[in-house]
């Protein structure tokens, strides 16, 4: 029998999307370009199903990779009615399907978790002989990794990487099996298991064990998966045992995403699900509704030479339904300096136009591209923040965050939320400024951040909001992982950036080299750099910047993407972008470089380092008087201010000031972080110090001098 509000689950849905949440029976797969509404037809299609009493809710089970896809799955699925169906994660549900079960079969618990498999990986090395190098261990173990996800054994390894031309560390393929077994063999004595084998186990429960099977299949008769591009061997090893002989299977991706072949993602599931499955309903999900025809146009046409890639076989074609936008900017610059802040001149611009901080990103092929940009943020007094693969609501502060504002909800649930919040938060490390540089005090502070954020974006829609509504919806948040985001520009590898959007994009170091990267060999790996690429391009909403720079320091030593030519409009002279946004001819500007430590010389990376000037273990050239002085006077300005002291100024900034005694307010600016706010705030105390001090210290030479003399 119909919900009488069934069919209001379809109003706002296009034709194909309908098409989709409708066609309840059967399997199907959904081909879904990039911003054409995937998530939302088939959470509408589950929705519509239950509403409909076609599926018992408590007998679907959606699948997703990520714990942030998840949550916003079950947050969908709950507003539309069908809080009670499953999305999780595949080893979410491998992990509580295999505990269920595990001791029904072997009198015991699942095995606990290996928490460092890079630890048993050294041992089985070591046991080998082959040494302890960090990035041999790195290097092995993501190969290990990649041979369980491929659903490879120990013995089978060598012939199938041989086969793929597959390395790790330089290692042959038997040399990297013979470590493979040995880790094994580790775990088995120490009775470990590692975040493959959850998987491992779920199949092997269902595969060998008849009676579970088909307690199993009672339980689940419906499975949705999302982003099946990405979908693995044992991944569809395990969805084929999940489905047995049932055909009521829907799976939905993007052959132009398919982006995680290195980590065992095999996109020919997605375009050979029809074939696999005879009778299987197919839909185009084409129509992009999150870029501006430009942006659309654009990675139509980078993607146009890839429609025949293994990979890219089935992508479609986007068809954009946004109004025309600004003219995406491609912008030619001599260094990476120039180009970080070519980048930052135009975020700026963006952000005086009325877009926020946080509805901007700057995008990347590797993280070692990060710190320019990092540098260049910090110098004009950009916020930004470091996105990284934590789950965000297992961050301490954050679980202390939610905590502290739940108890002051009990204490006093109608207060006023936000400045509640603020000084709740506060007491932990919350400030109105983001301390300096890098680092765990930052990473911290964007969390606190992220938070008061959520609640003053729920004040500003609902300005009744209380304190106790305000800590129950970071609670339903946290409950589906619905992770926030402090007021500041995203730094993100392409890879870190799928799934996400921004209104912002700037897309920087397209260059040979880079994308595609210089690893990348074969026909195949070139052709996931281009979907790389495509991802990143997609990420965008309305505007878009996409840079590339000629060499690393200066000079020309390199050329734009491949991908880009035929693309980049007026092939010629270079282009740079002004603050207030339009390309215009190129010009010298002042560079902000790749820093270097005055110690070794080698690159430095973290905001500490770049106040610094050097590596925090390289020899230190400070006045340890100085410095002194400096945390003498940072602790009584905290006190007076009633602030915490870093937000003052950080350690790095003190021990960099100490090590540079910049004599003059010119000097001041000149160290990394201390921007203008800080040195018109707290300048003339710093100079005063740094001046008695350096007196101090002329008047000792000249003393020690004159006595040298008398001597």
């Known amino acids: 029998m119909i919900v009488p509000d069934a069919h209001d689950l379809l109003a706002g849905l296009d034709p194909e999307q309908r098409a989709v949440a409708t066609n309840l029976h059967g399997p199907m797969v959904v081909l879904a370009g990039a911003g054409t509404g995937k998530t939302r037809a088939i959470t509408h299609r589950i929705a519509y199903g239950v509403a409909t009493g076609t599926y018992d809710p408590r007998q679907v089970l959606a699948v997703t990779f990520t714990t942030r896809a998840a949550g916003e799955l079950r947050h969908r699925l709950s507003t539309l009615g069908a809080p009670r169906v499953q999305a999780r994660t595949f080893h979410s549900a491998a992990l509580a399907q295999a505990r269920y079960f595990w001791p029904r079969v072997h009198r015991g618990d699942l095995p606990p978790l290996l928490q460092n498999r890079r630890a048993l990986v050294a041992d089985a090395a070591r046991r080998l002989r082959l040494g302890s190098d960090q990035a041999m261990l790195r290097d092995l173990s993501g190969e290990i990794s990649w041979a369980k996800v491929s659903n490879l054994t120990p013995e089978r390894y060598s012939t199938h990487a041989a086969a793929q031309g597959r390395k790790a560390a330089d290692l042959d393929p038997a040399t990297v099996a013979k470590v493979f077994e040995g880790y094994e063999e580790l775990k088995r004595e120490r009775e470990r298991i590692d975040f493959e084998d959850i998987l491992l186990c779920a199949a092997s429960l269902l595969a060998d064990q008849p009676e579970i099977a088909a307690q199993f299949a009672r339980t689940y008769r419906w499975f949705v ?3 099946y591009q990405d979908v693995s061997p044992l991944q569809q090893a395990l969805l084929d045992l999940w489905c047995g002989n049932r055909g009521d299977v829907c799976v939905v991706g993007d052959p132009a995403q398919t982006i995680h072949s290195f980590a065992g993602a095999r996109a020919d599931y997605l375009t050979g699900f029809a074939s696999r499955h005879p009778g299987a309903t197919t839909v185009e999900l084409v129509r992009n509704y999150r870029s501006t025809p430009e942006v659309v146009a654009l990675t139509n046409q980078v993607m146009r030479r890839a429609r025949g890639d293994a990979g890219s076989a089935g992508a479609v074609t986007l068809q954009a339904q946004r109004d025309p936008g600004p003219p995406v900017v491609h912008a030619d610059h001599p260094d990476e300096g120039s180009e970080a802040r070519g980048v930052v001149d135009w975020l700026i611009g963006r952000h005086d136009e009325g877009v926020d901080w946080r509805d901007m990103a700057v995008l990347f092929r590797v993280n070692s591209q990060s710190p320019s940009y990092e540098a260049a943020l910090a110098e004009r007094q950009v916020p930004y923040l470091i996105r990284g693969a934590e789950r965000f609501y297992d961050r301490p502060e954050v679980r202390q965050g939610l905590l502290l504002i739940r108890a002051e909800a ?23 400024e983001p301390p300096a540089g890098a680092g765990a005090v930052r990473e911290r502070w964007e969390s606190l951040a992220a938070l008061v954020q959520v609640v003053a974006d729920l004040v500003v829609q609902t300005p009744s909001t209380t304190l106790a509504q305000a800590s129950s919806e970071l609670g339903e948040r946290a409950e589906a992982q619905h992770v926030p985001t402090a007021d500041a520009v995203t730094l993100s590898t392409l890879h870190s950036a799928k799934g996400l959007e921004w209104e912002a994009v700037a897309l920087v170091g397209v260059q040979e080299g880079t994308v595609p990267f210089v690893l990348a060999n074969t ?11 495509h991802v990143g391009i997609t990420r965008a909403r309305t505007q878009l910047r996409v840079s590339w720079s000629r060499s690393r320091s200066g000079g020309d030593g390199r050329r734009r993407s491949r991908f880009l030519d035929g693309v980049v409009p007026g092939e010629g002279a270079p282009v ?34 770049f106040k610094l000037g050097r590596h925090q273990d390289c020899p230190a050239t400070y006045d340890e008087e100085l410095l002194d002085q400096l945390r003498q006077w940072r602790s009584e300005e905290a006190s007076r201010s009633k602030l915490p002291a870093f937000t003052i100024l950080t350690d790095a900034t003190l021990t960099a000031l100490a090590e540079a005694c910049p004599r003059d307010p010119a000097h001041l600016l000149r160290i990394n972080g201390l921007g203008k706010v800080k040195v018109d705030r707290y300048g003339a105390a710093v100079l005063d110090i740094i001046n008695v001090r350096m007196k101090e210290k002329d008047t000792d030479e000249k003393e020690v001098a004159t006595s040298a003399d008398r001597s």
Not at 410 to 432: C, F, H, M, Q, Y
Not at 523 to 533: C, K, M, P, T
Not at 580 to 609: D, F, I, W, Y
């Open 225 to 227: 998966v999302d982003e």
């Open 523 to 533: 026909a195949e790996q070139i052709a996931e750099e281009r979907r790389l690429l």
């Open 410 to 432: 009990r204490n006093d649930p109608d207060a006023d939320p936000v400045e509640r919040v603020k000084l709740v938060l506060g007491s932990i490390g919350w400030t109105t």
């Open 576 to 609: 740079s972008v002004s603050r207030t946004g339009p390309a215009t001819t190129s010009r010298p500007r002042r560079r902000v470089q790749v820093r270097n430590c005055r110690s070794c010389g080698q690159v430095l990376h973290s905001g500490a380092e």
